[in-house]
């Protein structure tokens, strides 16, 4: 019987599509939200992937005209300042046990 020879997996590294982001010049004077508050995102786009209709986060910054997003995407949080009109707040839903 041959010896097998173990190895470790090997995977390649994948690209991670950013959130576009407004250019901080562009969003006034921001405020913190405390406690960050759910939002959906409504058109965000991201590079690689285009534009996604719908993407679920927690507004944690704001202006008159930007709010400051963090979304969880690929497994690794991200943060961008997207306009105030693409963003909704959303509510959970209680939990029964």
Do not use: C, N
Request: net charge negative.
């Amino acid at each position: 019987m041959s010896e097998h020879r173990w190895a470790p997996p090997e995977h390649p590294d994948l690209a991670v599509a950013a959130a576009d982001s407004l250019p901080l010049g562009q969003i006034g004077s921001p405020e913190p939200v405390d406690p960050p508050q759910p939002v959906t995102v409504h058109g965000l786009r991201f590079d690689q992937i285009g534009v996604l209709a719908e993407v679920k986060a927690f507004a944690v910054a704001g202006s008159d005209v930007a709010v400051l997003v963090e979304i969880s995407w690929q497994g690794r949080l991200q943060r961008a300042w997207v306009p105030r009109d693409a963003v909704t707040t959303r509510t959970f839903r209680p939990r029964y046990r």
